[in-house]
C-alpha cells in the first residue's frame, strides 16, 4: 500500500510538473508577444513578474487545493481556464480597461473548484492585466472588487436562470465601482463619460453569461461535476432515479436515506455536500440488474436459499461493477462514478462468507471469492457515503422494537471504529477528529426520525 501511494505521488509531482512548464512557456509567448513594441527590459520585468504569479498560486494550489493536482482532468481543466484566460487579457491590453474581460476566470474556477480559488486566481490576472495594460490603479480597484464580489456570488447560481439576477447585482456594483474611481481621481464627476458605465454594465452582463452558457463545454470537455450538473442529477426526473424507483423500490428508499445522511455530514465537516447528495444517490444502482437478490428488495422469498455462497457473493459484489457501467452510460460525472466504484472499498461480504465457512465441511475457503475488488474510498464524499451506506442498512435491519435511540447511536460508533481498523479509510483525507462529526452528523437525522413523540389520549366516545 505504502509503494502505491509513493507511485501515486511520484505521478501527481510529474504531472504537476508537466502542466506548470506548459504553462509557463504559453504564459511567456503570449507577453512577449503582446509587448512586441515595449523595451527588452520592460519585458523581462513583466515576465519576471508574472513567473513570480505564477510559483505563488502553484504554491497556493498545492496546500489548499492539492485535489486538483491530483486527477488530471482537473489539472488540465485549471491550466487550460488560466492559460485562456491570460491570453484573453494579455490580447485585450490595448482595449479600454472596462471591457477586459477578466472576472471570467473566476467565476469559473469558482463554481467548479473552490471560491477562495477563483478569487486567487481573479487577483492573479488583474495583476497581469495591470501589469500588461499600463491602466494602473483604476484597472486594479475595479477588478480586484467587482472580480471578488463575482467569484463570491456566482457560487450561489444554483439554477442556470439565476443568471438575471447575479448579472444585475454585478452591473449595479460595477456602475458604483466607475462613480467611485472618477471621485477618487478627479474629485468630482465632472469627467465621467457615459461610456464607462455603458462598458462596465456589458462586462458584467456577459461575463456571467459566458461563464454560465460555457459551463456545459467545460463539463463534456473534461468530465467534470460542476454544481449546476450535480443539482441537475438529483432530479427525482432523471432516467436512473426513475428505474431504481419502479424496478428496485427499496434500493430507491435506502439510497435516499443514505443521501440524507451523506449530505448531513459532508455539511458538518465541510466536505462537497452536494456531491456526498448526488453520489449517495446513484451509489446503489447497480442493484438494478438483479434487484430481487437484494434484500432491501425482497417479500417473503429469497432467491439465495438456492445458491451457493460463492455465487451469491459473486452476484452481490457485481453490483459495483454494474453500477459503473451504467454510470458510463448514462454520462455520469467522473466524480460519481468513482464514488459507485469506491463506496465499498475491498470489504468482504461478510453473511457469505461466514455461510461458506459454516459449510465447508474443513474445506479452506478463499477469502477473495467474497471480497469488493475496491478501491478503498479516495475522497472524503466516497467515505462518507461508505459509512452512511453500511449504517443504514444496518439500522434498516434491527427489528423495530429494538431501533431505539441508545441502540442506533451504539450502532453507529461500532460502524464508523470497525471500518476505521480495518483500515478503509486510510486512503481519503478523513482526519481522526472528524470521525466523530460524522457520527454525530448520522444521529441527527436519526433524531429526528425516531425522536419521541406525544402519546395523545384516545378520542371518548359519548
Not at 435516499?256 to 456531491?275: P, R, Y
Request: charged content about 20%.
Amino acid at each position: 500500500m505504502q509503494s502505491s501511494k509513493r507511485k501515486n505521488k511520484l505521478e501527481i509531482n510529474i504531472l504537476s510538473a508537466i502542466v506548470g512548464i506548459i504553462t509557463i512557456l504559453i504564459t511567456i509567448g503570449a507577453i512577449l508577444i503582446a509587448l512586441s513594441t515595449r523595451e527588452l527590459f520592460f519585458k523581462i520585468s513583466v515576465t519576471g513578474y508574472v513567473l513570480l504569479l505564477f510559483v505563488v498560486l502553484y504554491i497556493y494550489i498545492y496546500y489548499y487545493n492539492k485535489d486538483i493536482l491530483k486527477y488530471k482532468n482537473r489539472s488540465l481543466l485549471y491550466m487550460c481556464i488560466y492559460v485562456i484566460s491570460m491570453i484573453a487579457v494579455v490580447s485585450m491590453c490595448r482595449l479600454p480597461y472596462l471591457v477586459i474581460p477578466i472576472p471570467i476566470a473566476g467565476m469559473l474556477v469558482a463554481i467548479m473548484f473552490d471560491n477562495r480559488l477563483g478569487i486567487v486566481t481573479n487577483i492573479s490576472l488583474t495583476i497581469i492585466g495591470l501589469l500588461v495594460s499600463g491602466y494602473g490603479l483604476s484597472l486594479f480597484l475595479f477588478y480586484i472588487i467587482s472580480g471578488t464580489f463575482a467569484c463570491i456570488i456566482i457560487s450561489q447560481a444554483k439554477k442556470r436562470n439565476n443568471i438575471v439576477f447575479i448579472s444585475a447585482y454585478l452591473v449595479i456594483l460595477n456602475v458604483i465601482l466607475v462613480l467611485l474611481i472618477n471621485l477618487y481621481q478627479f474629485g468630482n464627476l465632472s469627467r465621467l463619460n457615459i461610456m464607462d458605465i455603458l462598458y462596465a454594465g456589458i462586462n458584467s452582463t456577459f461575463s456571467v453569461i459566458i461563464t454560465i452558457g460555457s459551463l456545459p463545454l467545460w463539463e463534456t470537455l473534461f468530465d467534470v461535476a460542476t454544481p449546476l450538473k450535480l443539482l441537475e442529477l438529483t432530479n427525482s426526473d432523471q432516467k436512473l432515479i426513475q428505474r431504481l424507483l419502479l424496478e428496485a423500490p427499496g434500493t430507491y428508499h435506502h439510497s435516499q436515506m443514505v443521501s440524507n445522511l451523506a449530505q448531513t455530514a459532508a455539511n458538518d465537516i465541510g466536505a462537497n455536500a452536494l456531491l456526498a447528495k448526488t453520489g449517495a444517490i446513484y451509489h446503489d444502482i447497480g442493484k438494478l440488474k438483479n434487484p430481487i437478490y437484494f434484500t432491501e428488495n425482497q417479500n417473503d422469498t429469497n432467491p439465495h436459499d438456492e445458491l451457493d455462497p460463492v455465487s451469491s457473493a459473486k452476484i452481490i459484489i457485481n453490483h459495483v461493477t454494474y453500477g459503473v457501467k451504467l454510470a458510463t452510460e448514462n454520462h455520469l460525472p467522473k466524480a460519481v462514478r468513482n464514488i459507485i466504484k469506491q463506496h465499498q472499498g475491498d470489504t468482504i461480504v461478510k453473511y457469505f462468507y461466514n455461510k461458506a465457512i459454516e459449510t465447508s465441511d474443513g474445506f479452506e475457503v478463499d477469502e477473495n471469492d467474497f471480497r469488493y475488488d475496491g478501491p478503498k474510498p479516495q475522497t472524503n464524499e466516497a467515505a462518507i457515503i461508505m459509512l452512511a451506506d453500511c449504517v443504514e442498512a444496518y439500522v434498516r435491519a434491527l427489528p423495530e422494537a429494538n431501533r431505539t435511540l441508545d441502540n442506533i447511536e451504539k450502532c453507529i460508533r461500532e460502524i464508523i471504529n470497525n471500518k476505521f481498523n480495518e483500515g478503509q479509510l486510510n486512503e481519503c483525507n478523513l482526519k481522526i477528529k472528524e470521525l466523530p462529526i460524522i457520527g454525530n452528523s448520522f444521529m441527527k437525522v436519526y433524531n429526528g426520525l425516531y425522536h419521541e413523540r406525544v402519546k395523545y389520549p384516545d378520542n371518548e366516545v359519548e
